[in-house]
């Protein structure tokens, strides 16, 4: 059965299966990048490589959200980002059935699909179209 993390984005309930997951660190310190632009918070060093922090509420369209000092880090595989999200939660199992397709305006939100449960309603999220969407902005 896969397993994902949940976590805040704004208001809205996420998670991201585990696979994609380094680590969740506490509390890096941040350090300042010239010209970052408007989505990338600074950069952080962790077990000795540095990392871009992605504001990823500011990046959906929700910025102004207050962000959980722990960052969630991801695989090489996702160019070993470090996503800044309003909140982490916990882990929970899901069954493959209920992993339904997103509504047309989750693309935006970078939502591969939503599951929903009795007790909630989770966007999974897409982290190729995170990543595409940031070698999009900062590419030029």
């Given at each position: 059965?896969?397993?994902?993390?949940?976590f805040?984005?704004?208001?809205?309930?996420?998670?991201?299966?585990?696979?994609?997951?380094q680590?969740?660190?506490?509390?890096?310190?941040?350090?300042?990048?010239?010209?970052?632009?408007?989505?990338?918070?600074?950069?952080?060093?962790?077990?000795?490589?540095?990392?871009?922090?992605?504001?990823?509420?500011?990046?959906?369209?929700?910025?102004?959200a207050?962000?959980?000092?722990r960052?969630?880090?991801?695989?090489?595989?996702?160019h070993?980002?470090?996503?800044a999200?309003?909140?982490?939660?916990?882990m929970?199992?899901f069954?493959?059935?209920?992993?339904?397709?997103?509504?047309?305006?989750?693309?935006?939100?970078?939502?591969?699909?939503?599951?929903?449960s009795?007790?909630?309603?989770?966007?999974?999220?897409?982290?190729?179209?995170?990543?595409?969407?940031?070698?999009?902005?900062?590419a030029a």
């Amino acid at each position: 059965m896969p397993r994902m993390l949940l976590f805040r984005v704004g208001c809205e309930q996420y998670g991201l299966e585990i696979e994609a997951i380094q680590e969740v660190a506490d509390d890096p310190p941040l350090y300042g990048i010239p010209q970052r632009g408007a989505f990338l918070l600074g950069a952080a060093n962790l077990h000795g490589r540095v990392l871009p922090v992605i504001d990823l509420p500011a990046l959906l369209g929700m910025g102004g959200a207050p962000l959980d000092p722990r960052l969630v880090v991801l695989t090489a595989e996702f160019h070993g980002l470090a996503l800044a999200v309003s909140g982490i939660g916990r882990m929970l199992s899901f069954a493959a059935d209920d992993l339904q397709l997103p509504l047309g305006d989750e693309r935006f939100r970078a939502v591969a699909g939503v599951v929903a449960s009795a007790e909630q309603t989770v966007n999974l999220l897409d982290v190729g179209a995170v990543v595409e969407r940031l070698e999009t902005i900062y590419a030029a």
